[in-house]
């Protein structure tokens, strides 16, 4: 699985083609031979894969109880919108319209990598929910990362 890193500020030119900047190219070598996956965020949002990594993440969401109303919402509803990007020359991938106004991204964005994925923002949005960090962010470690380190202890 990649791990990607880094944070990078983009502009999408008039017909929402969005450049990947060399740094992160660099750390998708598999992204012209296999393709991306992009799809919707939990917040207002989108989230690109790679193939592989999604293909991971649709075999899980097949292992569920589909006979469950909430389940199969939960499916329909990570998966709308949901789309394979590939790379042109020029190293641009064109990201759905329906997307793009879902996460109300236009013009700036911001590239947030997270582990094996990788967040795209409107640069507004992204700004704004950083500008509402948590005042005291070492509370929020010891309870998101406190009981994990217990129970890694106790291992």
């Known amino acids: 699985m990649a791990h990607f890193l880094g944070e990078f500020d983009c502009k ?5 083609r969005l450049m990947i900047p060399a740094g992160l190219k660099k750390q998708l ?4 031979r296999e393709g991306l996956v992009v799809n919707r965020g939990f917040e207002k949002h989108l989230v690109v894969y790679t193939r592989k990594e999604w293909e991971v993440i649709v075999d899980e969401l097949s292992k569920l109880n589909t006979y469950e109303k909430k389940t ?3 499916i329909r509803y990570f998966t709308r ?5 590939t790379l042109d020359a020029a190293n641009r991938v064109l990201l759905p319209k329906s997307l793009l106004e ?3 991204i236009a013009g700036e964005v911001v590239l947030s990598c997270q582990f094996n994925k990788i967040e795209i923002w ?7 929910q ?3 960090e948590p005042e005291n ?3 929020l470690a010891e309870e998101v990362m406190g009981n994990a380190a217990r129970r890694n202890a106790n291992d």
């Open 72 to 74: 199969r919402e939960f």
């Open 81 to 85: 919108g949901a789309s394979e990007l």
């Open 137 to 139: 962010f070492a509370n």
């Open 102 to 104: 879902y996460a109300g």
């Open 130 to 132: 950083l500008d509402n």
């Open 12 to 16: 999408l030119d008039a017909k929402g």
């Open 29 to 32: 070598p598999e992204a012209e």
């Open 122 to 128: 409107a640069k507004d949005a992204y700004d704004s």
